[in-house]
């Protein structure tokens, strides 16, 4: 429903002023098909007078020892080329001033014809004094033209520009030509939008509205109303996300029932009597919030979050046993068939040890795998069905349509961050109702969690079990490997197991595959010959994995030989050392994984990360600190902050936020799994506040009015369907 002052907004880009049919194509190519895209298509940065020096006063400040980049506008007043052992650009700028020069080494012939007599350039760069005269070599430039740079000198004006994609520039659209067009559209049809956010938020939220917001994106008045703009929509797209993420919840609190459980016999003080550990403060309490729910009658949607080692497997185990106390199924879902077949052997044996001393019961656990044959499946299915099976182990095969429960109550999704929103919709279509119980070990920093999973509630193991000491880490080159293996050797005399990985190439399993054998055979003829070497990757098939794990559990072997397959969740007791291979390849989230396969019994435990002997000197001469880093360096520094983070830092909240830092927002949150579009103007890091704002108007608002029922509440019931239909799907999934 688009009104009929609104209207010609959606007529095409074609009829903006020097626009035309051919460029019309262009800008549709990228996206651009209306004049409520062109409207909305935001310049990635400005220039603003703030920002700018005079040729006479940059002179200055590099005399100075200033040693920072600067802007200067200026006239070209002439260019020439220079033979001097080898040719160069040179291009001679005037300002009311003085004169300064720019020099291209590179690229001289296409420069040659950018720089014209008489045209008007910003520049900005780092510069030099060479010969007394200010230099810039090899600046960033934007052309602006006469009249712009009167009016950004005489009354401030901040002039914006745009990302110019090639499918523009093909077309002979530049800063300049886009700059007119845009301004063209903004004149004649700004005000022509309507409002996208109800009134009362606009004035409780002391936002700008929105012909105010899209005139100062792109040519502010003033720097506050340009911030002003900008804050409008970060606010505005929380607002909607939030929405979204509202209706979810409100959706599976009200339309679904789910059961109310209550505890019935012994079975559960009698599994805590079989633990030979007490449970910590941090189990405790979130076990009680995971109780209160399970007794409530609305079903449970829970995030369970504690960091890798801290014990979450048997709080999960403890509710599943709720569940069964009280006559349902419980299944539990992890992302790989090691650890669903790890799960399944854990829980067996302590439901055995249960028994022993709980004897009027005894609770069946069955695992299911895709990869089992089909007598195995057809039993196991049947077990399902027929409610033989009280605890079903499994990973993606759980979702298959010829898997029936019978009573399912719980669900437990481990490792949360390898399974979509959608997935969890369809498992909880499966029961009538169940309670489900996320768990993640990947901690996601409390803005990104509470925007993602917003309709979760949270639990925060934020406790390690007592008998830990931290994990050593160290960074060493390669030629340090001889002395890892003796390192190695000596610690298994007493009693240490090693895991020795190597990343995974992605392009190849198969070359994945030969590194790792090759590698077994050198070393069980090498450097370990000594030891006893078992071999894991991800081409065996899961019995053949199986086995390989059994026997490294009963220590067969000193040292497992792995690819990336033994990530997530697996849990060797033993083993206490982990050699991490070309370190540099794998990112801080695996890394933290990795790493959380040692440290889980009293021994010290190490992790050894080994990357190329340039690398490791290079991360170790520097102190690469991330709050000082520019982005730039950040950039180029990737993979030594990655391993000197690694170093420094044990706890995995922290960890997660480095990685939020290093791979920017767009990379987790953008991800097709959360079901969310993604974010164009918020920042997950930087706008804590706004998102935490937006999500409480939100759940305000869908909590009074869940139906936008409410005159003032149209506005957003639009806008969902309009702007955010596909989303809007996932909203009522569940
Ligand atoms: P994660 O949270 O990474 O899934 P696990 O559940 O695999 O961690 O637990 C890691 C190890 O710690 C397991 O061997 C488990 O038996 C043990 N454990 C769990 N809780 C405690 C505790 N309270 N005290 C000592 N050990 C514990
Ligand atoms: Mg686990």
């Not at 899209?214 to 409008?232: C, G, I, Q, T």
């Not at 994995?545 to 397959?565: G, H, Q």
């Amino acid at each position: 429903m688009i009104s009929s002052k609104e209207k010609i907004l959606e007529s095409s880009v074609q009829y903006i002023k020097s626009v035309g049919p051919k460029r019309a194509e262009s800008f549709h190519k990228i996206g651009i098909k209306t004049i409520r895209d062109l409207l909305f298509y935001f310049p990635s940065r400005h220039l603003d007078r703030t920002t700018v020096l005079t040729a006479a006063k940059a002179y200055g400040y590099v005399i100075n020892g200033y040693p920072g980049e600067v802007t200067i506008i200026g006239k070209v007043e002439d260019v020439e080329r220079i033979r001097f052992r080898k040719e160069l650009l040179k291009v001679h700028f005037r300002d009311a001033t003085g004169f300064f020069e720019c020099i291209w080494f590179q690229g001289i012939k296409y420069f040659e014809k950018v720089f014209k007599p008489g045209d008007i350039f910003a520049i900005s760069s780092k510069p030099e004094i060479n010969y007394n005269k200010l230099q810039f070599v090899h600046a960033d430039f934007d052309r602006i033209t006469e009249e712009e740079s009167q009016s950004f000198i005489n009354t401030g004006k901040i002039i914006p520009f745009y990302r110019i994609p090639k499918e523009l520039k093909a077309r002979n659209i530049g800063d300049l030509s886009l700059r007119r067009i845009v301004s063209y559209a903004v004149e004649n049809y700004v005000d022509k939008l309507e409002e996208t956010l109800p009134s009362s938020i606009i004035k409780d939220e002391n936002l700008i509205d929105i012909v105010t917001a899209v005139k100062n994106y792109h040519f502010p008045e003033s720097k506050d109303l340009f911030e002003k703009a900008k804050h409008r929509f970060k606010f505005e797209e929380m607002f909607y996300i939030e929405t979204l993420v509202a209706l979810r919840k409100h959706n599976y609190e009200t339309k679904l029932t789910g059961n109310s459980l209550s505890i019935k016999t012994k079975l559960i003080s009698n599994f805590l009597k079989t633990l030979t550990f007490e449970l910590t403060k941090a189990q405790l309490k979130v076990l009680s919030e995971i109780k209160n729910d399970m007794l409530s009658e609305k079903p449970m949607n829970r995030l369970l979050q504690g960091d890798v080692g801290s014990g979450k497997t048997i709080v999960s185990l403890i509710a599943m046993l709720i569940a069964i106390d009280n006559g349902y199924q419980a299944a539990i879902m992890v992302p790989t068939e090691i650890l669903a077949d790890q799960h399944a052997k854990n829980i067996s044996v302590m439901m055995n040890k249960l028994h022993e001393i709980h004897k009027e019961r005894k609770i069946k656990v069955i695992l299911l795998l895709g990869g089992q044959k089909k007598s195995v499946r057809d039993k196991n299915l049947e077990s399902i069905e027929f409610q033989e099976a009280d605890i079903i182990v499994g990973t993606h095969a759980l979702f298959e349509e010829k898997v029936k429960f019978n009573n399912l109550g719980l669900v437990v999704i481990d490792e949360q961050h390898r399974f979509g929103v959608r997935q969890r919709a369809k498992l909880q279509s499966k029961g009538k109702t169940p309670d489900v119980l996320v768990m993640s070990a990947t901690p996601i920093p409390r803005t990104l969690s509470m925007t993602i999973y917003g309709d979760l509630e949270l639990s925060v193991i934020d406790e390690m079990p007592k008998n830990r000491n931290p994990i050593k880490t160290v960074l060493r080159g390669e030629n340090k490997l001889p002395e890892i293996y003796k390192f190695v050797i000596d610690k298994s005399k007493d009693g240490y197991q090693s895991f020795l990985v190597y990343p995974l190439v992605e392009e190849s399993e198969k070359l994945e595959l030969k590194a790792a054998t090759t590698l077994f055979e050198e070393l069980s003829n090498s450097y370990l010959r000594e030891l006893k070497l078992g071999l894991i990757h991800g081409r065996m098939s899961w019995l053949e994995k199986e086995e390989v794990m059994l026997r490294f559990l009963k220590k067969d072997f000193n040292v497992l030989v792995s690819t990336t397959v033994i990530e997530v969740g697996i849990d060797i007791p033993a083993a206490n050392i982990i050699l991490i291979n070309d370190a540099q390849r794998f990112g801080l989230s695996q890394l933290h994984q990795l790493r959380g396969r040692v440290g889980r019994s009293s021994k010290q435990a190490y992790c050894i990360l080994v990357a190329k002997d340039s690398l490791v000197s290079k991360t170790n001469q520097h102190e690469l600190d991330l709050e000082y880093l520019p982005p730039a360096q950040i950039e180029k520094h990737k993979s030594s902050v990655r391993l000197q983070t690694m170093v420094k830092h044990t706890d995995g909240f922290k960890i997660a936020e480095m990685d939020l830092k290093l791979r920017g927002p767009g990379d987790i949150f953008g991800t097709v799994q959360s079901g969310f579009p993604e974010l164009k103007y918020a920042d997950i890091i930087n706008d804590t506040q706004i998102i935490i704002d937006a999500k409480q108007k939100a759940f305000a608002i869908v909590d009074k009015d869940p139906k936008f029922i409410l005159p003032e509440n149209q506005i957003i019931k639009q806008n969902l369907l309009i702007q955010y239909s596909e989303s809007l799907k996932y909203a009522t999934i569940a």
